[in-house]
């Protein structure tokens, strides 16, 4: 243990020093690390901060640490760039720790990372900032690609969100995806209502439910609409009893409109396609209340493990869980299913402020590539559907070539048999243009796509 250097720090720059070198997703790096350091549970919340903090400000401390060396970033070894890093993102956005214990611990923080040397390097950087802040400011308000800089994602897709929405909406977007997303609880209506309950409309049910839920959970307060429990930051999860009871499952309200569109019936045969890790199945779950059937399909079998353990702890038993690859056709269920749901593979922008690293691993290249993939799996769930039957396509991703495109190709070659009833994106103002009108602030959800087609 290095002298002064907290373990919360110690982990953040060993996840962040893998992280930088290629190895595996920032989450699963930092929850192994936390592990194997049995950080508290006070010093899991640090780490998180740290990790997930740096990371979504990546370009802009960068930049800072650049205009503040003298021989600019380039010139540093790569363990005191990391500290630097994790340093001035305390220093900038963490203020509840004083900055002379940020100094002092990355300077400590040197010994540990076999860079003992430039300990007066770091120093001289961390106390520069403070005295250079409105100069690092003025500098950065003169360079072309200050957006990408300041919001720190790449420039590719700065351009590409001017394209789609022009520069103020854009700017909004590029902001919200640095914002600490909330989490929702929503209360499974099938667990915690009565019988006579469960016949009303589904909008008065999910408010009764959720009322039920905020009561037994005693901590949160309602979602604007009234339908689920947003938490307090650094809420544990696996700690809620109603949680680990079955009565309520995490999703983001996005996440939840692909379900309310398909809007599937008990007694129906219901499809659950590319169905990891298992949110949505749970959702169809208790709107069918194990009558009908639905299957749950996806092509990894480590992911179906997941959507197992979420049905087990929710009690739906009825649910066949079924792995599959979907590229292929699948003659057994063909023309059967009343509704489909397909949650296709996509380049997941509508949730870069969740998957934070997301914006640095993704590509333009990406989108052709997935929505050919997407129009593949698209093709092959229509068969399922039996005349008369309905098939939701949804996404994740705002880009209009896996979304609008894909589904427009689809109906030009299935136009005697399919027709799109509605379509769009969640939270609305996210469609491509300037209407509708951008809110003043982000909302705090997701984004999504989803589209109704009839057969």
């Not at 990894?300 to 197992?308: C, D, F, N, P, T």
């Amino acid at each position: 243990m290095s002298e002064g250097v907290s373990p919360a720090r110690r982990v953040a720059y060993s996840t962040l020093s893998s992280w930088r070198e290629g190895q595996e997703f920032l989450e699963d790096l930092l929850e192994g690390k936390a592990e194997r350091a049995a950080l508290s549970r006070e010093d899991r919340r640090l780490a998180h901060a740290l990790v997930f903090g740096v990371a979504r400000r990546l370009r802009l401390l960068d930049f800072w640490i650049d205009s503040l060396s003298s021989k600019g970033l380039a010139s540093l070894p790569a363990p005191v760039a990391d500290i630097e890093r994790i340093a001035l993102f305390q220093l900038a956005f963490l203020e509840r720790i004083p900055a002379h214990a940020v100094v002092h611990e990355a300077v400590a923080q040197c010994s540990q990372a076999g860079v003992s040397g430039l300990k007066g390097v770091v120093n001289a950087t961390l106390r520069n900032f403070s005295r250079k802040r409105a100069e690092l400011e003025q500098k950065l308000a003169t360079r072309p690609n200050r957006v990408g800089i300041e919001t720190s994602h790449p420039d590719w897709l700065v351009e590409w969100a001017i394209a789609r929405w022009e520069l103020p909406k854009a700017t909004l977007w590029l902001n919200a995806n640095n914002e600490i997303p909330s989490s929702f609880l929503w209360p499974l209506s099938s667990r915690l209502l009565k019988s006579e309950e469960l016949e009303r409309a589904p909008e008065e049910k999910g408010r009764s439910a959720a009322k039920h839920l905020v009561e037994r959970l005693g901590i949160g307060e309602l979602s604007p609409e009234g339908e689920a429990v947003v938490l307090p930051a650094g809420t544990v999860i696996g700690d809620l009893p109603a949680f680990r009871e079955g009565l309520a499952e995490i999703q983001d309200p996005a996440a939840r409109e692909a379900v309310k569109l398909l809007d599937p019936q008990p007694g129906e045969k219901v499809l659950d396609l590319c169905c990891a890790p298992g949110g949505k199945t749970l959702q169809i779950a208790d709107k069918v209340r194990g009558l009908g059937e639905l299957v749950a399909v996806d092509s990894s079998a480590e992911r179906l493990v997941r959507v197992s353990e979420n049905l087990e702890r929710c009690g739906f038993p009825s649910v066949e869980v079924l792995r599959r690859d979907l590229l292929e056709p699948w003659g057994d269920w063909e023309g059967r299913a009343d509704a489909v749901l397909l949650d296709a593979p996509c380049s997941g922008l509508g949730t870069l402020r969740r998957r934070v690293d997301l914006r640095y691993r993704i590509t333009p290249n990406d989108f052709a590539e997935l929505a050919e993939k997407a129009a593949l799996l698209l093709d092959n769930a229509a068969r399922l559907v039996r005349p008369g039957g309905r098939l939701v396509y949804s996404t994740c991703t705002l880009s209009a070539q896996e979304n609008e495109a894909v589904v427009a190709g689809f109906i030009e070659s299935h136009s005697d048999g399919w027709r799109p009833v509605r379509s769009g994106y969640f939270p609305p103002w996210l469609a491509p243009g300037e209407d509708p009108p951008f809110p003043s602030e982000a909302p705090a959800s997701d984004a999504s796509y989803s589209a109704l087609l009839l057969k």
